[in-house]
């Protein structure tokens, strides 16, 4: 599997996102430029997770308007599967590949910390590996200051109805988002956005190796 | 020369706890009359056109192509002689 | 020249020299050097780099007593920052910084670009930033005596220096692996802000900031040159006053953002091999830079002012010279390359031009508008400010504190409830609501996150990781300078060790006081030569640091704050070891001797509002044993935790070692008053956690090589029910000699010590 970890001016979780995909056998990573017109070839594209232009404006706003995106957006539409971690979910909200919007912790401090996840649906490409385990024993760190998943009551809705809604927090949600959410799909389930880092949840010495599980998903 | 003033701010049914942060403590410091608050941006884009209704048509394709987010924003926006 | 600035006869006449830092005779020496009277822009030249930040004046003769070389160094202090071989050809580049002056006046931004400076200093060096720590000093967050407005000010200090360092840190994707943060009312008009930047290289990607080469081009590059700053290094060595808060316009502003950028094209420049050398432009921005690089290299330099990009109108060749706008860097490129280093800082959309280029004269040449606005010898500019062997003398207020008893006060009959009052002061409280807010984990590197003795990073393509500390009491160095400063290496030392590491060398932040105080300067030379013995005498090396002088407010100096940052080598990602508990049922091992020592104790402070007596001694002989031997054992895989005793004593090294999953259960048999024994600072102390069945092995070990170490209890799981207490809340239980002292819930105990911060933090003053 040929996976693009797309690099922006100021993306910094691009070389964990390179190494943890590099990681998983039968997974070979490549980085492009954000200037690139084409993600042709690519069966999987990664958006990693930073400070894309110093989240200038709103977080991933100048992000999601870069040349690269109008292959992003093909390579979504013909179901390519889509990976947007924590700055990379911002990017997909604001390009309006996902529904909603991300914004300021409702505590208003960044927060670097591990939290328990549930997750809320397995039947997806990027989280059928989590079959079978206790919700709670998904944990993943999370780094943001901008992560309160915000949307209208309908788009809730259709989210929940859907299924589109992957992973919750669990316990304590540590930034106010609505209904706990931490990841959603779009409606298709091609494009995954999430809070959480599961590039440094690879191996037990990094304090969890639970994050390996999607990027095995995300291959098989 | 013109310059487009443009006034962002949080949808009303937006939570905004940065407002409410400042609120608390306006109200720790002896304004309990303060009773909501909001916290918006103002963007300013100085334009090359001196006819202020293309100017104006400008400046609305710039906020919806880039400077506000409708999910969660609204705007709005003045023109003035600079 | 510009129409308003001082004539050199005014600058004179009118001692315009003394608002650039320079005294009297200083400017006296400057006229003699140059056989005429300097212009403005020369005048500032010589007040900036003849200023303690760049000149060390006041220090230089101090500074001589460390130890700088080692077999393992590779570049010692005189770069941006020290250079050590850590094997398989890599080796790491570390230093310490502070930036107190600026943090004091706007927090923020004085903290971000206290992590933005150091950072360049590092990647300056050729290497990859791989870890940030800082060490913090603020006012007490409360005190029910204190001025509300005070109180106020320090935790707007507080919780902006933390923002600053966050949102710099997290933005550049630099993980901030470690750390620390002290409380005392000497710090409440004078906060410290010291940031220890860590990178590392191979070899052959050692830079170095001589410039050589006659006619080859000097490339300024980064963001444009604005007002901000301007004078922030005489600013830096200045006491704070009243009119400080006038002084705003000195703080510069921060652009991570453009650092993140910076950092991967010097590092691409770097690899194209296109550069001959490299200098950031830190305190006293292009004047330092410039200077430096070419008097190094023994050559001169001329710019054109006209090309340095600029971000404000009608700029001076003063302003522009010394403006501390951050985010720039000087390069000198090798013959004929210069395009290529341009492709790559356009592809990164980082702004390079070139402004002049290296001469052979030995001069710093300015020109502006065609004009020669400045023409200096660099032998008078660099090297030949004057050293100062100031007048020392030791305050008989020390004396007087020194023969007080630490101990004034009878046994606290609830021992439990002073415990609980003592892991809630914020000194001793958990820093999570600190480190929470850094990013620990960028680049994936990270084995061991804040919250441990040392922060670990992981040197990639080897199985070897790197152990970082930064650390320093100053109740220590204020009640007795020499054993604080002593101290203050040890346990660094000792951090690191209990990580599994071997310690490689240590960069120091001195801040102190006006040296031009005897009281002052006796406390800085006594502290550094403490550091000096324990660095010699432990074969650490310093290969960089920083000195801070003039920390005071209205006449009053802090404590005398020496921190020590150390990085330690751990040979085999194996060896890496915690702090923490794993498992139920291992035997908790107290290593060294615990002694009545209660003398700037974090128990004497809380009992008394003030410090007094001696600090605890340190035995160099019983710590090298000690550390020497902690090693042998970690690096024989049986040592499940370890964890240095530091402030808190033995009770507060307990808590911290506990888990939401694993207690204890302690029975001590020891000859001292009970709360002595819960919360003396005896140096040269560690708790271990071992296996029961390599208990006696270790023993063995320790009574081999002379170190105490007694059996004092267990590791229980919660769930376990222990004597008195237990269940799924878990269990803290101390007895000392049969008797129990505290028996308490541990995760409740556990969020009392938690959560003290932040509730601090929260409630209104």
Known sequence: MRCAVIVFPGSNCDYDLYKAANYIEGIQAEYVWYTSKSLDGFDAILVPGGFSYGDALRAGALAARAPILKALQRAADSGTRVLGICNGFQILTECGLLPGALHRNSGLRFICRTVNLEVSNTATPFTSGYVGRTSTHVRLEIAHGEGNYTCDSDTLHKLEDNGQIVFRYSGDNPNGSVANIAGITNEAGNVLGMMPHPERAMADWMGSSDGRILFESMRD | MLKGIVTVSLKQDVLDPQGQAVLHSLQTLGFPEAQNVRIGKSIEVWLEESDSQKAESRLKEMCEALLVNSVIEDYSFEIVED | MHTDEPTPDQIHCKKVYKQMGLNDDEYSLVVELLGRRPNLTETGIFGVMWSEHCSYKNSKLLLSRFPVDGPKVLQGPGEGAGVVDIGDGYAVVFKVES?????????????????????????????????????????????????????????????????????????????????????????????????????????????????????????????????????????????????????????????????????????????????????????????????????????????????????????????????????????????????????????????????????????????????????????????????????????????????????????????????????????????????????????????????????????????????????????????DPKTGGKIAVAEAARNVVCSGARPLAITDGLNFGNPEKPEIFWQLEQAVSGMAETCNFLKLPVTGGNVSLYNETEGEAIYPTPVVGVVGLIENNDHTTTQFFQNSGDVLLLLGDTKNELGGSSYQQMQLGK?????????????????????????????????????????????????????????????????????????????????????ELVEVVMQKKGVPCARIGKVVSSGTSGSNCGGSTGCFDISLNGTPVIQAELNPLRELWKNAIGREMEISV
């Not at chain 3, 007087?400 to 609830?414: D, M």
């Not at chain 3, 892991?423 to 590197?445: F, G």
């Not at chain 3, 003795?453 to 970082?468: I, S």
Request: proline share 4%.
């Open chain 3, 611 to 695: 410090i007094t007596g001696m600090p605890p001694k340190l035995d160099l002989d019983k710590e090298q044993t000690l550390q020497q031997t902690l090693l042998e054992i970690i690096h024989s895989g049986i040592v499940i935790s370890a964890h240095d005793l530091s402030q808190g004593g033995l009770a507060v090294a307990l808590l911290t070692s506990c888990t939401e999953n694993y207690g204890i259960l302690v029975n001590w048999e020891i000859d001292l008053r009970p709360d002595i024994a819960l919360f003396s600072e005896s140096q040269s102390r560690i708790l271990l956690s071992i296996s029961p069945d390599n208990t």
């Open chain 3, 99 to 479: 930036h107190n002056h600026p943090s004091a006046i706007e927090p923020y931004q004085g903290a971000a670009t206290g992590v933005g400076g150091i950072l360049r200093d590092i990647f300056s060096m050729g290497a990859r930033p791989v870890a940030v720590l800082n060490s913090l000093r603020f006012g007490p967050l409360s005190d029910s005596e204190a001025d509300k407005k005070i109180i106020s000010r320090t935790r707007y200090l507080f919780g902006n220096v933390v923002a600053g360092i966050a949102g710099y840190g997290n933005c550049i994707g630099v993980p901030t692996v470690g750390g620390e943060v002290c409380f005392d009312e000497c710090y409440t008009g004078n906060p410290l802000v010291n940031v220890m930047g860590v990178g590392i290289l191979r070899h052959d990607q050692l830079q170095h900031g001589r410039a050589e080469g006659i006619g080859n081009s000097v490339i300024y590059v980064g963001l444009a040159t604005g007002r901000d700053g301007i004078h922030g290094a005489t600013f830096a060595s200045e006491e704070l006053n009243e009119e400080s808060d006038a002084k705003r316009t000195a703080v510069q502003v921060g652009d991570p953002f453009m650092g993140k950028l910076l950092i991967e094209a010097c590092l691409e420049v770097y690899e194209s091999g296109a550069i001959y050398s490299v200098q950031d432009m830190g305190a006293a921005g292009l004047t330092c830079s410039s200077t430096e690089m070419a008097d190094k290299g023994g050559v001169g330099m001329e710019l054109n002012l006209n090309l340095v990009p600029q971000r404000a109108e009608n700029m001076s060749a003063y302003e522009i010279m010394l403006s501390e706008s951050q985010e720039r860097m000087l390069f000198v490129t090798n013959p004929g390359r210069e395009e290529e280093v341009f492709a790559i800082f356009k592809k990164w959309n980082v702004p390079a031009v070139a402004v002049g280029h290296v001469i052979e004269e030995q001069v710093l040449r300015l020109k502006h508008h065609g004009e020669k606005v400045a023409e200096l010898p660099l032998n008078t500019v660099c090297g030949a400010s004057p050293v100062y062997q100031r007048e020392s003398k030791m305050p008989q207020e020390v004396v007087e504190r020194q023969q007080q008893t630490a101990i004034t006060w009878s046994v606290p009959e609830n021992l439990q409830i002073v415990f609980q009052q003592l892991i809630q002061t914020p000194e001793l409280a958990s820093k999570s609501w600190v480190y929470q807010q850094y990013d620990c984990m960028v680049r994936t590197s990270t084995s061991v996150r804040p919250g441990s003795d040392a922060g670990v990073v992981r040197v990639e393509g080897t199985d070897k990781a790197l152990a970082m500390s930064i650390d320093g009491n100053s109740r220590y160095v204020f009640l």
